[in-house]
C-alpha cells in the first residue's frame, strides 16, 4: 500500500518563479490498485509522481510503501519496490545496449549485482518467453541494440521492464502522450493487460481523459498543487470523458470565481 | 626494426592508459583530467618501489591502486561535493602533482639496472636463445631485452584486456555500460549513479597509474612532468581506435582502442623519423584530436551546404 | 467535390461539383447545414456537374431534406446529370427533382407575411393585441436566508405559465431541503438544476395527466397568453443581439412599463450564474462572503455555450423591484432571468408558436445547463451580459405589474 501523508513542495522558494508544486497532499492507494492522476499543466501531477519516485525530497510529509517509510530514501533506493515507466520513450532503456542487456538491467534491479555474466542462454530463453507476450516481434532481435527500435517498441519493453520484478508499485508518467497514436494505444493496452495480469499497484499520470476513463481503478484529479476530485468505485465506473471535463471546468471556474465576482452577484443575483 | 617493436612497445603500455581512458570518457562519459597526475602517480610509485628493492610486480600492484586512490577522489569530488566534473579532475591532477614529488622526493627518479617485470622473461628468451643478445626476427636482429618487454607488455595489455571485456558483460559491468549510457534509467533500475561514477574513475584510474607503472620501467625512469598531454595522446588513441572498428561491440572496440594506441605510437614514430620537431608533437596531437572531434559536424554542414546550393541551382 | 454558394433572390444556389460519395457526404451535408442555421431555409441544388452520387450522397441529402423540414424550408436538384438523375428516380427521390432557376421561391410556411428581410434584422409580429400576463410571487425567498417549511410553496407548472425561481421536484420538503436550485417553467415543461456540481440539469415534461410540479422556496409566475412575437437575426451590422436591447425593444413593443417573456435562440455567449449548494442547508440567515461564497454559487468565468441554443425566460420592468436587479448595461431596467442550454437545433423562419417550438426541445437531447444570469460589469475583466445571435423572442405586458414591488 502507498500512503502519501501531508506532502508539501515548493520549488525555487523565495525567488519570482517559486512554485508551489504540491500542497499539503495526502492520498493512499489499497494493493492492487491501479489509479490515473489527471490535471491540468502545472497542475502537480507529475510532481507527485516524482515525489513518489523520488526525484526530490518533499519539503514536508511523508511517504509509505509498502511498510517502508521511504520519505528519505534516494531514488535508486526506492527503485528496489518501485518501477517506472517514463514519458519520453528513450528514457527507460539504455539504446547502445541490447534488448537482453537491458532487460537484465531491470531483473536486478533492487539486487545485488554481481560479477557474473548478465545474459546467459537460460536468462536469454526466459527473456524470449516475456518479450513474446508483448507480440511485437521482438524476441528473436534479443541482441539488437534498443536504439533501434520504435518509441513504441522501447515503451513497451521499458514497461516490460518496469514489472520484471513485480514491484510494489509501478508508477507511469504519461508513458504514452509521446507515442505515435498507434502506438500509445497499444502501450496502453499492454499496460492495462500487464497490471491485471500482475495485480500491481500502479499510479498512472496521463493527459488523455480517455486514457484515464479506460485504465485505471479510481482517476484523482489534481489542480494547482493540491488534489481536487476522486473517483473511486462506481463514481469511476460511471465516470466518462464528459464528465472530467465538466470537472475540469468546474475546477476552474471557482478558480475564476473572485473577490470581484463576489461584489457583482451580490449586487444582481436575488 | 626497434622503431616498430618500440612503438608495439609504447603502443602496448599506453594501451592500458587509453582502456581507463575508455571506461571513463566513453562507458560513463566522464571527462576525466586526473589521468595526466595518475599516469605519473603510477610511474613514481613504481619506481620508488623498484628503487627500494621491492618486487617489480607488487610496485605494479600498489601503482594500480594508488591510481585507483585518485580516480575515486576525482569522482567524490563530483559526486559528494557537485563540483563540476572537469573542475574535479583539475583539483585531483594538480594535488597529484605535489603528491608525485613527494613520493618520489625528487623531479625524478632514473630506473638504471634494476630488476622490472621484464627481467624474467628477458632471462627466459637468454635461456631459450643461448645467452645471445639479439633474436633474428624475420631477417632483423631484435635485441632481447626489447623483445622481453614487448612481449611482457603485450601479455599485461591483453590480460587487462580480456579481463575488462568480461567485466563489462557482468551484471556489474552492465550496469555500468547503463549509467554512462542512460543515468536516468538506472537509477529508476535502482543503480546508484554515484557509486558506478566513483568506481568507474577508480578503475579507470587504476588502469592509467598501471599504464604509468609499465612506462616507467620501459623509459628507465619517472619523471613529475612526464604526465602532461597524456590525456590527449590516450584520447586521439581512442578516435583511431574507434575509426578503426567502427560501431561495434564492446569486444571489438576494446580491441580497437589497444590497435588504435598502437597505430597512433607508429604514426608518432614515423613522423619522428621524418623529422617531426619533438616539441611539436602535443601541438599536433591536439590539433589532430581537436580534427577528429569537429570533422563529423564539419563533413555534415559542408554537405548539407553543398547540396543545398545543389537544390538552389536546380531551383 | 467543390461546392461553390450563391444566394439568388430568397433562394440559396447551391453548385456541387464533382462526386457526391462516402468521402465528401459529411463535408457537403456540414457545409449545408452551416446555411440552414444562418437562416437559409430555402435552397436549389444544381447538380449539372455532379458526375457521381452513391448511397453516402443520398443520405447526405436527406440529412439536408429533413433539417429543412423541421424549419419548414425547401429544396430541390435542379439539372442533374443523366446519372445522378438516374440515381434519384430509381431509388424514390424522383420528388427532390425540379427544373430550371425559379424566380423566386414561394414564401412556405409562412403565408401571409411579408417575406422582406425573411433572415436578417428584427421582425415583429402581434399574435394577440390585447394579451396580457398576470404575474404572481408565491415564493420569496432572498439570499441568504433561512429556509424552513413555511417558505416552500408547492407549485404545478400549467401550459398557460412560464416561471421561474429556485426549487425542487422533490415530493416533500424534507426531500427537498438539499435540492434547491434554479428553474425554469415555460409552456408546462420544467427544467431545473440540481444544486450539486457534478449533477446535469434534469427536466419535467407535462404528458397526458401529468403535470410539472416544484418545491419552491423562490418563484415568480405570468399566466396569460403571449401577445407578441419577434424574430431576431444578424445583420452587417449587428451580428447579435444583447439582452439589454431585446428587453428594451420589448419594453418599447408592449408600451408598458413591464412584461414577462419567453426567448428561444442561438446562443452568442452566457454570463450567468447557479447554486451549487442548495439553500435549504442554511439554518439562519446570514450573509455569505467571499471566499466561502464560492461553495454556494458557481459563476461561468467566461462567456461560455456559444452556438447552442438557449430557452430563457424572466420577467422586466422600468421599476425596480426585490425580485428583479437592474441591469449595468441598461440601467433604466431591472431583470430577473433564468436560462436553459440545449444542444443547437434549427427553428423555423417567420411566425412561429412558443408550445410546440418549446416541445420539440424538450423531446430533444437533453438540457445542457440552467443558469440565472447576471450582466458582469467588473471593469476591465467584466464579461459584459448574455447575447444572442438569432432566434425568436415571445412577450407580453404584465397587467399586475405591482405585484413586483
Known sequence: ?270 | MSLVIGAFTMGLILSLLSLGMFISFRMIRFTDITVDGSITLGASISALMIVEGYSPWLAMLVSTLGGALAGSVTGILYTRFKIQEILSGILMMTALYSINLRVMGKSNIPLLDVTTISTGMEGFFEKITATASKVDILGWQVPIGDLAVFMTSAMIAIFVAVLLCGFLFTHAGTALRAAGSNPQMVRAQGVNNNTMIVFSLAMANGLVALAGSLLAQYQGFADVQMGIGMMVWGLASIIIGEALVGKAGIGLTIAGVILGTILFRLLIAIALRWGLNPNDLKLVTAFFVFAALVAPAWFGMLSRKISGGLNYVKN | MKIELEQRGRYLLIQAKGRLDASWADHFTQTLLLQIRKGRHHLVIDASEMIFLSSAGIRALLMVYKELNIVHGSFFITNPTSFVEQTLSTSGFQMWLGKGFPEDMPAAGIAGEKDAAENTGIQGFILKDDAQLTAAEPAAWHPWQAVDKKRVQALVFEKDTCALGIGSAAASFEDARDHFGEFLAVAGNVVYQPPDEQALPDYLIPEKQFLPRMQCIQAMSCNGEMGHLIRFAPTDTTPFYRISALLTNILNQTGGKSAGFVVLGEIEGLVGTALIRSPGRLSKEREIVFPEIRDWLTFCGERSYSHQQALLTGVVSKTGATFLSPMPSAPHIAAHIHAAVFPYQPLPNGKIELESAIAKFFNGPPPLAVMHLTDDDRPAVGLGESALIRGACWFSPLQNPEVLS
Open chain 1, 1 to 270: 500500500m502507498l500512503k502519501i501523508d501531508s506532502v508539501s513542495k515548493t520549488f525555487h522558494a523565495g525567488t519570482v518563479n517559486e512554485v508551489r508544486a504540491l500542497q499539503d497532499v495526502s492520498l493512499s492507494i489499497e494493493d492492487g490498485c491501479f489509479t490515473g492522476i489527471i490535471g491540468t499543466n502545472g497542475s502537480g501531477k507529475s510532481t507527485l509522481l516524482n515525489a513518489v519516485a523520488g526525484t526530490f525530497t518533499p519539503d514536508a510529509g511523508s511517504i509509505h510503501l509498502a511498510g517502508h517509510d521511504i520519505t528519505r530514501w534516494p531514488e535508486y533506493k526506492r527503485a528496489a519496490l518501485i518501477g517506472r515507466v517514463f514519458q519520453d520513450p528513450f528514457a527507460g532503456t539504455a539504446p547502445d545496449m541490447s534488448i537482453a542487456e537491458n532487460i537484465a538491467i531491470a531483473m536486478k534491479r533492487g539486487q545485488h549485482r554481481s560479477f557474473g555474466f548478465a545474459v546467459t542462454r537460460a536468462f536469454k530463453d526466459d527473456v524470449a518467453d516475456r518479450v513474446r507476450t508483448l507480440k511485437m516481434g521482438l524476441e528473436d532481435r534479443l541482441d539488437n541494440p534498443i536504439g533501434t527500435l520504435s518509441g513504441g517498441q522501447r515503451q513497451a519493453l521499458t514497461l516490460l521492464m518496469a514489472v520484471w520484478t513485480r514491484p510494489k508499485l509501478l508508477l507511469l508518467d504519461e508513458h504514452t502522450a509521446a507515442l505515435d497514436p498507434k502506438s500509445a494505444a497499444k502501450v496502453a493496452e499492454l499496460t492495462k493487460i500487464i497490471i491485471a495480469r500482475e495485480k500491481l499497484t500502479a499510479l498512472m499520470v496521463t493527459h488523455s481523459m480517455q486514457q484515464a476513463v479506460d485504465l485505471p481503478d479510481r482517476i484523482i484529479m489534481m489542480h494547482r498543487g493540491a488534489i481536487v476530485e476522486d473517483y473511486q468505485d462506481e463514481r469511476k465506473q460511471r465516470v466518462r470523458v464528459p464528465d472530467l471535463m465538466a470537472t475540469f471546468d468546474r475546477v476552474q471556474k471557482r478558480e475564476l470565481f473572485d473577490e470581484s465576482v463576489a461584489g457583482m452577484l451580490k449586487a444582481q443575483y436575488c
